[in-house]
Every structure is written in structure tokens, then in C-alpha cells.
């Protein structure tokens, strides 16, 4: 369990330090996925890599990630693919851990499709991690209201674009806890960063 975890300050700084604590829970070599990689900040925190491929849907973004902050701590080539991670398909069970810090919830939705795709390319006992911004009941407006209302009874392929368009992602602990149930995922650590603006995730897989 992650709860115990001295949750970061809302810098970028101390998130490497609970990304960090993400990868050395595992006791074997990982293969490691950053979904919204950006310009590799997060490259160097892992000690046990096996593999680490990053995801940007912004290719001048991934020419910086070839020169990643620290690059000299990361022992393993990095793998860098322009795309967009909200459609991004890469085979099944190929990680041991995603992340994704400062994206989801931010510039794509927090919902069930993520969950299960994401959980579709981890192994048995993989992890999952993320930050999602935190929404408060009273901030939500009465047409996102609405929307949030019907989601449920709209089909997949008009509830997605709707869905996008209803940004910002933010999201309320129960909404977020709820989805974590109901996703393939058996076991989740939701914990609120120290302003209390952000969650930070971790959903391990059977």
C-alpha cells in the first residue's frame, strides 16, 4: 500500500520522488510506460528499468525527451512514440507499470475506458499511477451537470467526443474512487497532495 507514502508538495521536484517509489516497490527489473511523457521528466527515477517507453502526442516535445533531465542515471534506450494517448493501442500485458503525471484528468477524461485499456497492457501484479485534478461539487456548473447526467445513456462514440468537450477533467473523490471499483484493477491507494488541488493514484492489478 502506497498511503503511508509522504505525499509530495506541488512540485515537480517532489513527484520524482513518489514516481521513484512507484518503480522500487517492485522487486524485479520492470518494463515502464509514461503516458504524456513531455519532455522526460520522470526518465531518470527509476532503478530497476528493463524497458521504458514514453508517449507524446507532440513531437517537438519528444525531441526534448531524447535529452531527458538526468539523462546519465537512465541505463536502458528509451523508446519514444508520437501519439495520442487516448487512442494509443500497444499489445496487451506488455508493462509492469504505467504512469501517467500531469495529463490525465488535465487534458483527457478520467472514465472507465482509460482504466481498462490501461489495465489491458499491464501484466499480473502490474501498476498503475496517475495525478488527476480534484473538482469540488460546488465548482461544478449546472450544464456540466448535465453532461455528467447523461454520460451514462449516450453511446460510446458520441459520449467520448461530448466527454472531451466538457474540459476541464477534474474530478470529486467519490467519482474517482467509484470508477476505480468498478475497473479491472482489484486494489487502489487514493491520496490528496498537500494544497489538496490533486490526487495521486496507484491501482495495482491481479
Not at 508520437?82 to 478520467?110: C, H, T, W
Not at 474517482?176 to 495495482?204: C, I, N, W, Y
Request: hydrophobic share 45%.
Amino acid at each position: 500500500a502506497f498511503s503511508n507514502l509522504k505525499l509530495p508538495r506541488q512540485t515537480h521536484v517532489d513527484l520524482e520522488d513518489f514516481v521513484a517509489a512507484v518503480g522500487d516497490s517492485f522487486a524485479r527489473p520492470i518494463d515502464v510506460l509514461d503516458l504524456g511523457c513531455g519532455s522526460g521528466r520522470y526518465f531518470h527515477c527509476f532503478s530497476n528499468l528493463k524497458s521504458l517507453t514514453g508517449v507524446d502526442i507532440s513531437p517537438e516535445m519528444l525531441i526534448q525527451a531524447q535529452r531527458p533531465v538526468c539523462a546519465e542515471r537512465i541505463k536502458v534506450p528509451v523508446t519514444l512514440l508520437v501519439a495520442n494517448i487516448s487512442e494509443i493501442q500497444l499489445p496487451p500485458k506488455s508493462f509492469d507499470l504505467i504512469y501517467a503525471i500531469g495529463v490525465v484528468g488535465r487534458f483527457m477524461p478520467i472514465d472507465a475506458h482509460f482504466l481498462e485499456r490501461t489495465a489491458q497492457m499491464l501484466r499480473p501484479g502490474g501498476k498503475l499511477t496517475f495525478s488527476a485534478s480534484m473538482a469540488k461539487l460546488q465548482a461544478i456548473t449546472w450544464k456540466r451537470r448535465i453532461g455528467l447526467f447523461m454520460m451514462p445513456v449516450l453511446p460510446k462514440p458520441i459520449a467520448r467526443p461530448v466527454q472531451t468537450r466538457m474540459r476541464p477533467f477534474a474530478i470529486t473523490e467519490q467519482k474517482l474512487r467509484d470508477l476505480l471499483k468498478a475497473s479491472p484493477f482489484t486494489h487502489a491507494d487514493v491520496m490528496k497532495r498537500e494544497q489538496g488541488t490533486e490526487f495521486l493514484v496507484v491501482a495495482e492489478k491481479a
